[in-house]
């Protein structure tokens, strides 16, 4: 009972995958995402996953460590404006904030003459699936079931033994307890890249988004609001920026890179390339990360993809959730953000088609 406890608890935190690792007579892209629809219900507008959350704007300010690892243009020393975005896992855009729920952080970097990187991040040190198929069949090993409202034990466990690599994943995860907030939270890229230099060296790597301010536990207290993590959030930027280390994990040769269930060894190599502040937030609309595909194969110059088969599937799914929403009527966010002290905004976004 408690493997269907933590499986079901970052199920909606996982990031999607659909391609061509699945046989046309089992598995497509839109039922893939069909099934986020089944599950969550149809939220016109919104995220299949991830639903709720913020827009943020901010600049990544790098200090020029980054240029031994990539030519990419964001580690030369100085400053890049961002848009991004927090969020918690689903895709109920009402959902009440909840300590075991998956927290997300989606950046777009606005690189010179028009490039951009993308990166969508969550706080769980390693992803729950090795292959699309397995992130599937997860989610439907699952889904609750009528009477009880809680998955069937005896599917949760028939998928554990078929996909052992899951049941390893959710012992890393479950000794990293979450932080008390979004803004001391870690995000992980969970998937390997791949990095080449000005010298045309080329190094897998893995990265992390370290939050400067403590990483504390939950504590006890008083029940939260519904909203208690972004109210949080909001309230510490009006305070003023935050901040974030942003680490590059270089890889070894024996390291995998097709596999996200599995961390490297912790003695591996990290290189500081600089520092994320997000300075301002906005209630999600037309202009900011509302309609921001966070596709992570939208890549700039000196970082290029890995073998691991979630990427392509990712961008295959969330480019389908994409076209759907932004055919269909807006709803307001669930977050709303009041007046806050000026700070950089960006004013144009390109929309991954």
Known sequence: MAAVGG????????????????????????????????????????????????????????????????????????????????????????????????????????????AQWRTAMVNVPVFTDRVPQGFYERLLATQ????TGKPDPAKVAAFLAKYPETARAMAVISKSPPSSGLYNSPFHGLNAFRFT????????????????????????????????????????????????RFLITVGEPGDPTNDATTAWPANRRQVEVG??????????????????????????????LSDDPLLAARSAVYAQSYQRRTREPHRPSEVQVGQQPSGPRITKVDHEQ
Do not use: C
């Open 197 to 244: 230099n000005s010298a045309g060296d080329t190094v897998p790597v893995r990265w992390t988004m370290m939050p400067e301010e403590p990483s504390q536990p939950m504590g006890a207290g008083a029940a939260p609001g519904k909203d208690y993590l972004f109210d949080a959030l909001v309230a510490k930027v009006m305070q003023g920026p935050v901040h974030w």
């Open 144 to 147: 609750p079931v009528p009477g």
């Open 7 to 114: 499986v079901s608890a970052v199920n909606v935190g996982a990031f999607l995958g659909a391609g061509g690792w699945f046989t046309p007579d089992t598995l497509t892209t839109s039922r893939f995402v069909d099934r986020f629809e089944q599950v969550f219900g149809k939220h016109d507008g919104f995220r299949r996953n991830h639903a709720k959350g913020v827009s943020a704007a901010g600049v990544f300010t790098s200090n020029g460590a980054g240029t031994a690892l990539s030519r990419a243009a964001l580690f030369q020393r100085g400053t890049t404006p961002v848009t991004a975005r927090f969020s918690i896992s689903g895709g109920m855009p009402t959902v009440a904030d909840a300590n075991s729920t998956v927290r997300g952080l989606a950046v777009l970097f606005h690189l010179p003459d028009g």
């Open 275 to 304: 520092t994320l502040t997000i300075d301002s937030l906005q209630t999600e609309a037309p202009g900011n990360a509302r309609d921001v595909n966070f596709d992570p194969t939208v890549l700039p110059d000196g970082i290029a």
